[in-house]
T-cell receptor, first 113, second 111 residues
Framework: DVKVTQSSRYLVKRTGEKVFLECVQDMDHENMFWYRQDPGLGLRLIYFSYDVKMKEKGDIPEGYSVSREKKERFSLILESASTNQTSMYLC????????????FGEGSWLTVV | GQNIDQPTEMTATEGAIVQINCTYQTSGFNGLFWYQQHAGEAPTFLSYNVLDGLEEKGRFSSFLSRSKGYSYLLLKELQMKDSASYLCAVLASGGSYIPTFGRGTSLIVHP
């Protein structure tokens, strides 16, 4: 059974803190993604990676960075959290090539106070 | 640029049929996904269409017309558990594996 696991389901962080969101997939997928989801705005792509150590900016990369040191793990980093980064963050993965199903993790609800 | 439109919210009665539309304008086309997302949960895959026509999968069917930039998701014999958000996502330019998502349609099924 496919599995994308996000390390934290709910987090509360203070403004200015460095935040790490971890994601692990056990399907040997090449592609991994980080989205954020906000009411009325839908899913927006932050960053994606198509291979180890490779990363590409998505639609809203400002304020975020990512790390992919191993194929199964893709981390999202908020260098200095701000209140406008309060959101639900979704990690996803897929096989290389077009048309392949994207599998999502359960999501991480981040509140920045 | 890419533009994907879905209705924001729909309501329907248990046992009925509902059609959720999605229109898109993208630079190239390489397939369209439908996902279901219950409140507070991850989106789960429902269907993928790359050729014109209707694909049926149990109570759910998905239709695509590439020439019209149009798709719909048809849900039959609605159940209360079908209350969820339904996301349309399009793969744009050739070879792309990164879908662009619409804002989702919140479906409320009432008794």
């Amino acid at each position: 059974d496919v599995k994308v696991t996000q390390s934290s389901r709910y987090l509360v962080k203070r403004t200015g803190e460095k935040v790490f969101l971890e994601c692990v997939q056990d399907m040997d997928h090449e592609n991994m993604f980080w989205y954020r989801q906000d009411p009325g705005l839908g899913l927006r792509l932050i960053y994606f990676s198509y291979d180890v150590k490779m990363k590409e900016k998505g639609d809203i990369p400002e304020g975020y960075s990512v790390s992919r040191e191993k194929k199964e793990r893709f981390s999202l980093i908020l260098e200095s959290a701000s209140t406008n980064q309060t959101s639900m963050y979704l990690c996803a993965s897929s096989l290389q090539g077009t048309g392949n199903t994207i599998y999502f993790g359960e999501g991480s609800w981040l509140t920045v106070v | 640029g890419q533009n994907i439109d879905q209705p924001t919210e729909m309501t329907a009665t248990e046992g009925a049929i509902v059609q959720i539309n999605c229109t898109y304008q993208t630079s190239g086309f390489n397939g369209l996904f439908w996902y279901q997302q219950h409140a507070g949960e991850a989106p789960t895959f429902l269907s993928y269409n790359v050729l014109d026509g209707l694909e049926e999968k149990g109570r759910f069917s998905s239709f695509l017309s590439r020439s019209k930039g149009y798709s719909y998701l048809l849900l039959k014999e609605l159940q209360m558990k079908d209350s969820a958000s339904y996301l349309c996502a399009v793969l744009a330019s050739g070879g792309s594996y990164i879908p662009t998502f619409g804002r989702g349609t919140s479906l409320i099924v009432h008794p």
